[in-house]
Structure formats: C-alpha cells, structure tokens
C-alpha cells in the first residue's frame, strides 16, 4: 500500500505512514498548509475522530434564560475539484514529472508507474463527493448544536431560508446541506442570489481597482520572484532531477495543488506531497496568502467594501429578529471562500499590525491573517442571536463552530456581548457602507 487513507483512526493511520512503501519526507504532515484548498478536519482536528463530534458546552449564555432565536449561517461551499485552469497547470507538471525527472526514490517511481493524471478539464471547480459530505455532515452538527433552530421539522415546516450563490458547486453544497437534516427527497425552496452572494463580480470598483488591475497585486508578484519562492522551485527541482529552469513558480504552485488536492478529495497522503517539506510547505502557503490579503483582505480597502451588502442583509435580518416576533429562525446562505473573506475583513477578523508584504515572511510566521486556518472547505461564520428575557439581547458569533469575539469588543468579561453593544460597535458601517457608494468608480482618482 503506498497511500495512507487518513479517514482511520490516528493509531492505526500512524502505523500505516510507517508501513508504506513511500517513506515520507518528514513525519510532519503538510496539509495544514493548504490554504482554501484545505480539508475542514485540519482546522476542527477532533472531527477526524468522529465527523459529527459536537461539543455543546461551547456555548455559554450568560443566563439559563437564554434561548437562540435567530442564526444566520454563511457558508463556504465543500470540497471541490480543481479549477481548468489548475488541471491544464497539473497536467504539464505531471509531463515534466514523467518525461523528465529521473531517481530511483519510491514516490518518483510511483507517480512515474502508477499515477495517472484523472483530472480532466470539465471537473471544473465543481463539487465532489467529499464536498457533499461536508455539507452534509456540518448540517447535522449544526442541528447538534441548535436543535430548536435547525431540525428536520423547521426545514419541512418552511423555517430555514436558503440563499446561495449561482455557481453549481454552491447549488450542489446548498441541497447537500437539506440532505443532512431530511432523508426525504422533497425539493425544498432555495433561491439564487449573485448579488448578495458572489458581490464581487458586482462592485465594478473593486473590479476595475483590484480584480483586474495586476499593480494590486505587485508584493505576490514580487513574493513569487524572490528568495524564498526561488528556493522551493530549486528543491523540488533537485527532488526530480532536472534542470531549474523547467521548474517555474506555476509548476511549483501545480505541485503543490497536485498534493493538496489529492489529499482533500481523495484523502490519501500522495507521492506529490514527496516534493515538499514543512519549511516549504510555508512558503506555499504565505505565497497564497499574500494573494488573497491584496485581493480579498486588508491589501485594499475596497476589498472589504465590496461585502457591504452581505453585512447590511445579516444585519437587517439580526434587526428584525431583534424586534420580534421571530419569523425567520435561520438563514443559510452558501457561497465562495472570496465571499467571507472580504466581510471578515470588513467585521475586522484577522487584523495583523503589520501589513503581508513580499519582504516580511520571516516577521509574519505568526500572522492571524492565515488562510489555511480561517478558509478551509465549508468553512463557516455563524451569528447566533439569544434572547436572555427582558429584552437582553446577545449575539454569538461562531466561525468554524468556535465561539469567537468580535474585534475590538473583547474586553468584554462575557463572549456573548449584548446585540445592542456590536451595533454600536459597527455603528459606523451601519450608518455608511454603502454598496453603490462605495463601489461606484471614482471619476477623478486620486493620484
Ligand atoms: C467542551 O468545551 C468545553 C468548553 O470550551 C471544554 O472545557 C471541554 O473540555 C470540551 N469537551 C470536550 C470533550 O472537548
Ligand atoms: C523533457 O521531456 C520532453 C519529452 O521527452 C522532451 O521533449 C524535452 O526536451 C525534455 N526537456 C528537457 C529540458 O529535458
Ligand atoms: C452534487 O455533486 C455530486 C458529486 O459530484 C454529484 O454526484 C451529484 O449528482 C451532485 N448533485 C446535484 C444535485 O447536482
Ligand atoms: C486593522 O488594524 C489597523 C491597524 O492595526 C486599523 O487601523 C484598522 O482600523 C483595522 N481594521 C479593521 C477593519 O478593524
């Protein structure tokens, strides 16, 4: 057996990586440093043991009179395949790997006699069968955690709102979702909202300024060309035995999307993962990370200013729950990694003192700002609202089912602070954010 199944318990798993034929580099496995290519068990590590493992206490309302009456789930869609782009990417490193590189290491042997190249160019980006459990699977630790807002009689009794992104392996994750709490087949209502759910593509600002626009983008460009990039390429070319210059950053980057997604879909520890140790697996992981903090992060401002309309929907929604009564309990929204950065960043989530440049890797080993950890498959920001009685209002919120605070509210004593304190606490945005303000074009930009 060369490849590890990791879906076993960890005991038996570990026996295993040191049976197999294909001798890891490292006893240290990399893939907690895949970025949104991540499986959602490296963030939460006890699911590997038990996937519908949910821990109830985690939840602390301050009185036992606290009941949830709202949740507003949004949802990164599960595990997908790889985008066309990505295949065609693989595809030619995997000819430079068979064609080219010579050794007589076991993993080079393997991907050289066993491997085939199964991705083929119309899996684009679209959900796999791990990306339905996933969703599957987060639905019913969701109705673990909230058994009077999320169950299988509120789904059928109309109670559950679903909004989700047109792309199908959003559609595919929302009925994934239904799937965990009904085994029935009724087809439930879910409506398709690109604009609240993939507002990226609307803000013609954000567009035009950084989508578009290579300069927003120039500390990855020079990450890429540095020091530390050059070094990955030229160790995964010694690993192969072939001349540097056939090792360029998109074929270290098709590398290591090779082993990343092995892993997450077919959950097996493969030979392309030989190609990189832990050191270098860090480097990967600040090189995507740099992208997605210039093109979704603190980089721009706009970035986060796109998602004022998700912010002003949850709220307005958290507003009319607030005066009550409670007409809809729970709304499950499913979209794209791209759609929660950008409002975790507007809510202020992962906020460094220092910016992600391309000079600063060795200063930022500590960042919060880490993909990997923020933005695995379904990956997931909750805001529970309770009503304590009395008119004490809390809201919680929850990402990747962890309790955690609001920024620059956490001097708070309790985690759950009072609805009416993070309104003010967001007052700003409240009372501006402005979706067509803000990403409307300036006509004489600032030079
Ligand atoms: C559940 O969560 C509580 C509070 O965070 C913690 O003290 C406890 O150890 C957890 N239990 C398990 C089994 O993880
Ligand atoms: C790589 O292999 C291909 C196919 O055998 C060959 O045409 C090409 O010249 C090789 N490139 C290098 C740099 O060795
Ligand atoms: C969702 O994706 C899975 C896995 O690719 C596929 O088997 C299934 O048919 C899809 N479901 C729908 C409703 O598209
Ligand atoms: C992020 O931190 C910087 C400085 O540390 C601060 O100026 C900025 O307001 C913060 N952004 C948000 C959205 O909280």
């Not at 540095?226 to 035995?241: C, F, T």
Request: proline share 4%; charged share 25%; with cysteine.
């Amino acid at each position: 057996v060369s490849s590890v199944y990791l879906f076993l318990p960890c005991w038996y798993m570990s026996s295993l990586i040191s049976l197999s034929s294909t001798k890891p580099r490292s006893k240290k496995s990399i893939a907690k440093y895949f970025n949104t290519k991540g499986r959602y068990e490296e963030v939460n590590t006890y699911l590997r043991e038990d996937i519908l493992a949910v821990n109830t206490s985690i939840l602390q309302p301050p009185s036992a009179q606290c009941r949830e009456i709202h949740l507003t789930a949004i949802i990164r869609h599960g595990t997908r395949y790889p985008t066309a782009k990505s295949i065609t990417e693989m595809q030619e490193f995997y000819n430079i790997v068979r064609h080219n590189a010579s050794g007589e290491q076991s993993w080079l042997q393997e991907i050289q006699t066993q491997w085939t190249m199964w991705y083929t160019e119309d899996m684009d980006g679209r959900l796999v069968q791990k990306g339905v459990n996933d969703l599957k699977h987060l639905a019913v630790r969701l109705s673990k955690l909230f058994p009077s807002l999320i169950s299988e009689k509120k789904l059928r009794g109309g109670l559950i709102k679903f909004i989700t992104s047109s792309k199908h392996r959003c559609v595919n994750s929302t009925l994934s979702f239904k799937a965990g709490l009904t085994f029935t087949d009724t087809l439930f209502e879910h409506a398709v909202n690109d604009a609240l759910m993939r507002f990226f593509d609307q803000c013609t600002r954000f567009v035009q300024e950084v989508d578009n626009n290579p300069s927003a983008v120039t500390e990855w460009d020079k990450f890429k060309e540095g020091p530390e990039m050059k070094r990955v390429e030229e160790k995964i070319a010694d690993r192969l035995g072939v001349e540097y210059n056939l090792i360029t950053q998109d074929m270290a980057e098709a590398a290591f999307y090779l082993c990343a997604y092995e892993f997450a879909i077919k959950a097996v520890n493969s030979p392309w993962c030989q190609l990189f140790d832990e050191d270098d697996a860090k480097i990967m992981e600040y090189e995507a990370d740099l992208r997605e903090f210039w093109k979704r992060g603190y980089g721009h401002d706009i970035n986060s200013k796109s998602s004022c309309i998700l912010f002003h929907d949850a709220f307005s929604r958290l507003d009319k729950a607030a005066r009550q009564p409670v007409t809809e309990p729970v709304t499950v929204q499913i979209g794209h990694a791209d759609t929660l950065l950008p409002l975790l960043t507007l809510l202020g989530f992962f906020n460094d003192s220092d910016a992600l440049t391309s000079t600063n890797y060795a200063t930022q080993t500590q960042r919060s700002f880490r993909t990997s950890h923020m933005m695995p498959y379904a990956a997931n920001l909750l805001f529970v609202l309770y009503d304590c009685g009395g008119g004490d209002l809390r809201l919680q919120p929850l990402l990747n089912e962890k309790p955690v605070t609001f920024p620059g509210l956490d001097d708070q004593q309790n985690s759950m602070p009072l609805y009416q304190d993070v309104r003010n606490h967001y007052r700003h945005l409240l009372s501006g954010c402005d979706f067509e303000t803000e990403c409307r074009l300036l006509k004489h930009p600032a030079v």
